[in-house]
């Protein structure tokens, strides 16, 4: 089983939709739960952090469910800008306490 | 205050030679990881510096990969003997705490070819 599993998509809504992103991960002992965002070619950049008790930022909310382990995103309003791969981030504790990247979900936003 | 930046930006190689690749991480970040990504692929972990610890290398996938860090500054990854499959965007990034707790900053890439 990989550590972060993400839909890879590609999910295609029209501007306006809502659209949810889920990602399981499989250490139950991770602490720090990320989603970062990545433009075709280019680098990623953090979005948000996501919180035990979920987080909003805009249009954008962030929730863990670490009975399930799983953390989603919401995006809502969606805009042309918002087109781009999602990626799933989680801390792993293993050997060090390095982050594992999920493979991304695509997001394209349509006129 | 400047980002991290990574050189060069391209790089075509033929196979079977050595390519070093540089990372500046932000200053004063004492983590940097170095990731490769391959074309319509997720982020593979490479290795990560923190401070004066031992690195963690454990993603690095043959002994022709290396990569050296001088201090808190600047990082350099060695591929020796390329091969076609290490045709990827290699991305350094850094943090300015331990771990996996802390924003990671990446750099632009560098994107490689070997021919």
């Known amino acids: 089983r990989k550590e972060v599993e993400q839909d890879p998509g590609p999910f295609n809504v029209p501007e306006g939709a809502t659209v949810a992103f889920n990602c399981t991960y499989s250490n139950s002992a991770s602490q720090s739960f990320f989603w970062y965002r990545q433009d075709c070619r280019k680098e990623p950049k953090l979005l948000m952090s996501?919180?035990?008790s979920g987080n909003e930022d805009g249009r954008f909310t962030a929730q863990l469910n670490r009975a399930s382990q799983y953390i989603s995103l919401l995006i809502r309003d969606s805009k042309l800008s918002d087109s781009a791969t999602y990626l799933c981030v989680v801390n792993n504790l293993k050997n060090t306490d390095k982050l594992i990247f999920g493979t991304g979900t695509r997001l394209q936003v349509f006129p | 205050g400047a980002g991290v930046s990574q050189s060069p930006s391209n790089k075509v190689t033929e196979k079977g030679k050595d390519v070093e690749l540089r990372c500046d991480p932000i200053s004063g970040h004492t983590a940097l990881y170095w990731y490769r990504q391959r074309l319509g692929q997720g982020l593979e972990f490479l290795i990560y510096?923190?401070?004066?610890?031992?690195?963690?290398k454990s993603g690095l996938p043959s002994d022709r990969f290396s990569a050296e860090r001088t201090g808190e500054s600047v990082s350099t990854l060695t591929i020796q003997r390329t091969q076609q499959e290490d045709s990827a965007v290699y991305l350094c990034?850094?943090?300015?705490?331990?771990?996996?707790?802390?924003?990671?900053?990446f750099g632009p890439g560098t994107r490689l070819l070997v021919l």
């Open positions: 510096f923190q401070g004066n610890s031992a690195p963690d």
């Open positions: 996501v919180y035990s």
């Open positions: 990034a850094s943090s300015s705490q331990a771990g996996g707790r802390e924003t990671q900053y």
